[in-house]
Each structure stands twice: as C-alpha cells, then as structure tokens.
C-alpha cells in the first residue's frame, strides 16, 4: 500500500498503538510485585503479551525481561510495515537500527565485564520477531568473545574502524584493567555509536519535505538537541573529559542548538552546567536542585524524555498523516520500556518504590501514587 492510502493506514495504526499503552493503575499494580517474575507475569495480561507468551515468567530473570521488553518495539515497528511503500520502509529500518546499536553495546559490556550474559540465553530470544540485523553481523556478535571479535561484528567499515581506534594498544580486556578505564572507553564506544545513529537519522529527516518532514526534523532534531547537551554534561561531570574532548562526542548534524551554544556548555564547570543554558529552552532540563548525586541525574535523564514526550504530544496534537506518527508512537514505547526497566530493577534490588515513581518519565497521578505507596506500607508493616 503506497501513497495517499498508506498514510492514512499508517497514521491510523499508530494512533490506535498508542491507545495501549500502559496507564496509570497498570503501574501501580506493577509496583506492588515482589519479584522480576511476578512483574512478567502481570505484564503478559497487557500489550506486553505476544512476546511474553513462549517464555516461563514465574522464574524469569531481570535480564532477560529486560531485552523481550526490548524486543516489543521492534516486533511494533515491524508490523508497520505491512502499511509502507518502499521509501518508508527504508526509514522504518532506519529507525529500528538503534535495536541493533543497543544490542552491541549490551552484549559488549556484559561480555567483557562477566564473560557471560547474566542468566540469559540472549540467543535463542531472536526467534520472537521476524527481523535481520542491519548494522551488525549477529553470527559474528554472538560468537566473538575476544574484544576484537566483537568489534568486528559491526558491518560498516568506517564505524567499525572508529570503534577499533578508541581502544589503547595493548589493551587486553583480561578483567585485571582499571574499571574507571572500562567505563570511559564503553562510554566513549557508545557515544561514537549514538552519534552515528542521530547523524544518519537526522540527515534522512532533513531531506523529507511538507508537513511531515517538518514533523519529523522537529522530533529527530529535539533529540538531537537535548542527547548533545547531555553527552557534553555526562562527559565532563564523570568521565573527566576537557573541553575539547566532550566536543568530539557532538553529532555532525544540529537542529536549533548550534556549535557556539554547544562550545559554551563544554567549556562551562559541569557543576554549574545548567547556567549557562538558563536563558534557553534547554535550560530547565538540566536545572535540578536534587542533592544526591544519583537521584540527580534521575532527575536530568526524567527530564529529558519528558521534553521529548512533549515534542510527540505535538505531533499527535497537529493531526497531520505521514511517518511521524509511527515515530511519534515509537518513541512513546521506548519510554513506556524505559519506566518498566525502572521499575523492574526497583524490584529487583529491593530500591524504595516512592523514589523509583518520581523517577519514571511518566507523571503518575497523585491518586495513583498515594495509592502505590500505601499498598507497598501495607505489605511490608510500615
């Protein structure tokens, strides 16, 4: 189906997906849970359910959860394609690459941290969708173990070259390496993979005309905005980076910030990050007063996707058909999986339940939340 009909199948769609999204109570409910397994078992009474049913979810593990939840945005964005001529699927794909970017650097890290997947035979979840890989080579990702085998799994040779030179010679990655080395250089590999993917988004975006290509330069390039800052900002407040290395992390395509903004957020104290953006739209996501550190960049990262969250009410809201609404609808998803992934850790590591709610991007109801909290009292005698 192209043309006019496939815009109106695909704008309708994606309306009707939204419609499914978790609410309020389903949270609540979720919260109450008192282990990863329960929490799965709630989930496949939900939208959640197709890719939950061939698995044992009494004993499921959080890692394991983790990447099926992961898994439900790309099952989604595959059944948009039935709607797509040709030009749109490309896009579609497009998008989806990030599963494959996410994948990566998850195996990576796992496998170079532990040797293993916690608990997680990753292998054999790939039967739950009909998908390739794109970006990268899924025989080969799976079978290196060695660092370089790994690397090697990314198919583009430009990218797998720039991966390859982040590593110092002579590292071996035998586990006896200083872990504050580790993090800098996964951080660094994601960054350079995150860039890559905004740049080819944002550069496909910008060449869409109309109404739906300025819908989507608007979603793509807020993104882009906000995930320059941050990178900047994480760069600078926990991985030491000068000036001048922070801005080696920036995308090559901009939306409204541009390089002098971005030049001055590098080269501000990180401690006092948020001034120099105060007078921007920018600014209130990075102005918290929070004073633990932890919750503070909860807080940062909250507000983040909720700016986004407001950039796909916009596209919503406009009533205007094309591809921005299966994007608008996507991102909505990955944020629903962003606060499951919260709360499924909150359970798992026995954090409080009250912190976990203020840190989810989605705004529970002040009914909503006093209920939660008054069950979680109850179960545990407090």
């Known amino acids: 189906m192209g043309g006019g009909g496939g815009r109106v199948a695909e704008t309708a769609k994606a309306r009707a997906r939204r419609a499914t999204l978790l609410r309020d109570e389903d949270y609540r409910r979720l919260l109450e849970q008192p282990t990863v397994g329960d929490i799965a078992v709630e989930l496949k009474k939900t939208s ?42 490309k896009l579609l794909n497009l998008w989806l690459e990030n599963f494959d970017i996410e994948l990566f650097k998850n195996h990576f890290r796992l496998q170079m941290k532990t040797g ?12 739950l969708a009909d998908f390739h890989l794109t970006l990268v080579d899924r025989e080969k990702l799976f079978a290196g173990a060695a660092w370089r085998d790994i690397l090697g799994s990314v198919k583009k040779e430009s990218l797998r070259a720039a991966l390859m030179e982040i590593i110092p010679e002579g590292y071996d990655m035998s586990g006896t390496e200083d ?47 906000l995930m320059n800052l941050y990178w900047i900002y994480r760069g600078r407040r926990f991985f030491n980076m000068l000036p001048e290395e922070a801005l080696t992390l920036v995308t090559k395509v901009r939306y409204h910030v541009d390089f002098q903004m971005l030049t001055r ?46 950039a796909v009410d916009r596209v919503f809201m406009s009533g205007s058909q094309g591809f921005q609404n299966i994007a ?53 005698g407090g």
């Open 48 to 89: 959640y359910a197709s890719v939950l049913k061939n698995f044992s979810l009494e004993t499921m593990h959080r890692a394991e959860l983790e990447f099926l939840l992961d898994a439900a945005i790309l099952e989604e964005g595959l059944a948009f394609r039935h709607y797509m001529g040709p030009d749109d699927r």
């Open 116 to 127: 293993e997947l916690e608990h997680a035979d990753i292998t054999r979840l790939f039967d």
């Open 179 to 225: 872990g504050a080395a580790f993090q800098k250089m996964a951080f660094a590999m994601g960054m350079t993979l995150d860039r890559y993917y905004f740049d080819s988004l944002s550069t496909a975006a910008g060449a869409m005309g109309g109404s739906e290509g300025g819908m989507m330069k608007m979603l793509v390039g807020t993104r882009v905005d």
């Open 265 to 310: 957020a590098a080269f501000a104290d990180p401690a006092a990050f948020s001034s120099v953006l105060r007078d921007t739209p920018c600014g209130r996501v990075f102005d918290v007063e929070e004073k633990d550190a932890a919750l503070r960049e909860l807080q940062v990262e909250k507000n983040i996707y909720r700016a986004l969250s407001m």
């Open 328 to 380: 608008a609808y996507l991102m909505l998803k990955e944020f629903e999986i962003r606060d499951l992934i919260a709360v499924i850790e909150a359970v798992r590591y026995g954090f409080d339940r009250g912190v976990t709610e203020r840190a989810l991007i989605r705004r529970l109801s002040d009914d909503v939340a006093h209920g939660t909290k008054s069950a979680i009292n109850t179960k545990s």
